[in-house]
């Protein structure tokens, strides 16, 4: 079957350094996305990987090993505004997207 | 770029009656669109694929009679949720997908549906 883990929430302090993880079983892969989601609001779109590595966007980097199963999610600097929810999402061989739960992620002073 | 409209943002109405809300694609032209429903503290959750031109595609569970998707044109999709009960009070979101290669959705700001 088609599964996408992340954890279901995550502490961090403001100004500090936090990785949300991804691991994912699916049929066939043609991307991985992450998404932010305030609490709501719709999701915004953040970042795509197709190849392994490592793509980083200002404060927000994601990374990707395919051979894995596995993804990242890193912000740096944090700060309040980043308090929101982050989707995973992969692409399957039909394009179609399979999400996971979300990751709530709360930004402390 | 990449930007989607969705109308209303918000709606109530009275059991029974239907509602329409639409999607739009601003400034890419979207050959399939997606519209998801999302509960307080839950996932999103796919209802449906809308392909330009063609019959809907509906997830297991999800009643094609009583959620009528038309996507008439490449900009355009829209969601009638037809003689809607309490149950259905929900956060109705779209997405569009780029099709330019890398298949990014690109999400409405949603409708807040309330069922009275």
Not at chain 1, 63 to 90: H, I, T, V
């Amino acid at each position: 079957g088609q599964n996408i883990d992340q954890p279901t929430e995550m502490t961090a302090t403001e100004g500090a350094i936090v990785q949300i993880n991804c691991t994912y079983q699916t049929s066939g892969f043609n991307g991985l996305f992450w998404y932010q989601q305030h609490a709501g609001e719709a999701p915004t779109f953040l970042s795509y990987n197709v190849l392994d590595g490592l793509e980083e966007k200002g404060r927000f980097s994601s990374f990707l090993s395919r051979s894995k199963g596995y993804s990242y999610l890193l912000l740096k600097e944090l700060q309040m505004k980043d308090s929101a929810s982050y989707l995973c999402a992969c692409m399957d061989s039909n394009y179609q997207l399979i999400w996971g739960a979300g990751t709530k992620l709360i930004i402390k002073p | 770029g990449a930007v989607v409209s969705q109308h209303p943002s918000r709606v109530i109405c009275k059991s029974g009656t239907s509602v329409k809300i639409e999607c739009r694609s601003l400034d890419f032209q979207a050959t399939t669109m997606f519209w998801y429903r999302q509960f307080p503290k839950q996932s999103l959750m796919l209802m449906a694929t809308s392909n330009e031109g063609s019959k809907a595609t509906y997830e297991q569970g999800v009643e094609k009679d009583k959620f009528l998707i038309n996507h008439a044109s490449l900009t355009l999709s829209t969601l009638t949720v037809t003689s809607a009960h309490p149950e259905d009070s929900s956060f109705y979101i779209c997405s569009a997908r780029d099709g330019g290669g890398q298949e990014t959705q690109y999400f409405g700001p949603g409708t807040r549906l309330l069922v009275l």
